[in-house]
């Protein structure tokens, strides 16, 4: 971790979803022992310079960390961000959802080290695109906020309004399954304690 201001980085986990479909808070189910959220914070912790949870559940103080809230409420995941930024002093800001128990400080640590000017360096596993493991710069704040006080919420087109880094991690073995792997639903959550136990 960076003592320079510039560099230092601020971890924010976004916790803030009604998790509807798992009918529960997802950060909050135990897995594997832990809370989901606490395989998270174990990850992001060692890398950054101050983890920070955007959540509007008062439960997540039991963590030990502070916790913010949306700002803009009923905005999603962009408004997950949205709240980050606007309570962020780091230049750079490493985003992660509160459902991915397998990411790992070595995936964290490849984002942060990529030499790139981009105000969003996020990676593209199998095609797909993962904005809730992305950097983000604080720089981008002025125009997120405009946009999604517009009603501008959907990830996937926010972040290519940006000068934006496409990281294919494809072969990449820092970034190997199960790491983006979401518990959404109870299935998922069988699933990947099945995964744990192969």
């Known amino acids: 971790m960076s003592s320079d201001i510039n560099n230092k980085v601020t971890g924010f986990i976004l916790a803030g979803g009604k998790s ?53 409420p009923d ?33 964290i640590l490849y984002l942060l080290s990529q030499p790139s000017d981009a105000e969003i360096i996020i990676p593209v596993h199998d095609g797909k695109t993962e904005p809730l493991f992305g950097l983000y710069s604080k720089a981008v704040l002025p125009r997120w906020d405009a946009f999604i006080r517009r009603g501008f919420l ?27 792997d979401n518990i959404n639903t109870p299935e998922d959550l069988e699933k990947a304690l099945t995964n744990l136990k192969v």
Do not use: W
């Open 154 to 180: 959907k990830l996937q087109e926010l972040i290519a309004c940006f000068n934006l880094l496409k990281l294919d991690v494809g072969g990449n073995p820092l970034f190997n399954d199960p790491l983006f």
């Open 20 to 72: 509807s479909r798992m009918g529960t808070d997802k950060g909050l189910m135990m897995f594997n022992g832990k809370l989901i959220i606490q395989h998270i914070i174990d990850q992001v912790q060692p890398v950054v310079d101050r983890v920070v949870i955007v959540s509007n559940n008062p439960e997540y103080r039991k963590s030990g960390l502070e916790v913010i809230p949306d700002i803009i």
């Open 75 to 107: 905005s999603g995941p962009a408004g997950g961000i949205h709240a980050a930024l606007m309570n962020s002093s780091s230049e750079r800001n490493f985003m992660v959802s509160c459902d991915m128990p397998f990411i790992r400080s070595a995936a």
